[in-house]
């Protein structure tokens, strides 16, 4: 379960990235409904746009990162409930879906950059479906630790 949802979370990442990029100008916001834009931008640092210039270095944290994650699915996949395992799909999906574009995609100007093009409101960073992808798997991994209904037991 753990590899589906993280490819499908990959898949929809790449998608709706290549959609931005074909079809939104950066810097040009594109109004969608309320104080929510799409907003072409190219992040080359960390969450928030914090480390920028450090690309290397983030990529390779961010490899060692993915790695760590995979041994930890495969460790407690057997007796984790269908929400840890969602949770970590979510999570190793959007770290991939970030990973695949500092370092396959290769954007003048922005060498090591994401792709993010959703502005949720304007005082708000702007993000990808990766990131929401972490933030939503972290969210979910908590309430699966924290909810002990539906754990397995030994």
């Known amino acids: 379960m753990v590899a589906l949802v993280a490819a499908a979370v990959v898949v929809v990442d790449v998608v709706t990235k290549d959609w931005a990029l074909s079809n939104l100008s950066p810097g040009r916001p594109r109004h969608i409904i309320g ?10 640092g960390t969450a928030f746009s914090l480390g920028r210039g450090v690309t290397p270095i983030l990529e390779a944290v961010v490899v060692v990162a993915v790695c760590a994650l ?5 460790r407690v996949s057997a007796g984790a409930n269908a929400g840890t ?4 799909g979510l999570l190793l999906g959007g770290a991939l879906g970030n990973l695949g574009d500092r370092v396959f ?6 060498p090591g950059g994401v792709v993010d093009f959703i502005q949720a409101v304007r005082w708000w960073p702007v993000f990808n479906v990766a990131d929401s992808c972490v933030v939503v798997g972290v969210i979910v991994l908590l309430i699966s630790y924290r909810n002990p209904q539906g754990r397995n037991r030994d």
């Open 35 to 44: 104080p929510s834009n799409f907003l072409l931008t190219f992040n080359t």
């Open 70 to 74: 995979v041994l930890f699915t495969r």
């Open 85 to 88: 395992l969602v949770g970590l």
């Open 105 to 110: 995609r290769h954007i003048p100007g922005y």
